[in-house]
């Protein structure tokens, strides 16, 4: 069993921030892979499913982004998984707009819900990268990343989150190298 996490703000006003790709990620996967209904569990929002032979739970916290390991931390511990079965999918200001990517642990980089997530479990965990690119000036980091996608970004973003849901099984199956490369593949194409 693998979990995977969302991370985003609770909401309608948040819905369509830039902070909250990793909902919208989720959200894809689960109605790409028809996933079940949503249950209330661990502070968040639960739903079953499987992707290729994998049984997977996607968790979208419901705290605010910055007490995410809370939910987390609480579905991990029920489970009894280890964390080599998490994978949490979040925006990254460090990537161009819709460019993804896939490492193993590392910081934070400013990042309040993976540093809830790091303060709950530790660092090492898989992070599903969805770039949403970086203002200019760390003066309006804050204002871009609570800010909504543009009218113009919207094709890319459904774009990428349709790849991220079409290539999921490489992710199930942990190889990300593919995951990436046909994510890649898929948005160029």
């Not at 965990?125 to 800010?147: C, M, S, Y």
Request: avoid cysteine; hydrophobic fraction near 40%.
């Amino acid at each position: 069993m693998q979990l995977w996490v969302g991370l985003g703000n609770p909401g309608p006003q948040y819905a369509l921030h830039r902070h909250n790709v990793g909902f919208m990620a989720l959200d894809t996967i689960a109605e790409v892979h028809n996933f079940g209904p949503v249950q209330k569990k661990f502070q968040g929002w639960l739903q079953e499913g499987r992707i290729g032979n994998q049984k997977v739970l996607l968790l979208k916290p419901a705290t605010f982004m910055n007490e995410s390991g809370r939910s987390v931390g609480e579905a991990m511990r029920f489970y009894k998984l280890g964390m080599d079965v998490l994978t949490v999918f979040h925006d990254e200001l460090d990537l161009a707009p819709f460019k993804v990517k896939v490492k193993q642990g590392g910081g934070t980089a400013g990042h309040n819900g993976l540093r809830s997530i790091d303060q709950h479990l530790g660092a090492d965990f898989r992070r599903v990268r969805l770039g949403i690119g970086h203002p200019g000036h760390k003066d309006r980091v804050t204002g871009h990343v609570l800010g909504a996608f543009a009218k113009a970004e919207q094709d890319d973003l459904i774009e990428m989150l349709g790849a991220v849901a079409s290539e999921a099984g490489w992710l199930a199956s942990k190889d990300d190298v593919r995951f990436m490369n046909d994510v890649a593949l898929r948005q160029n194409g």
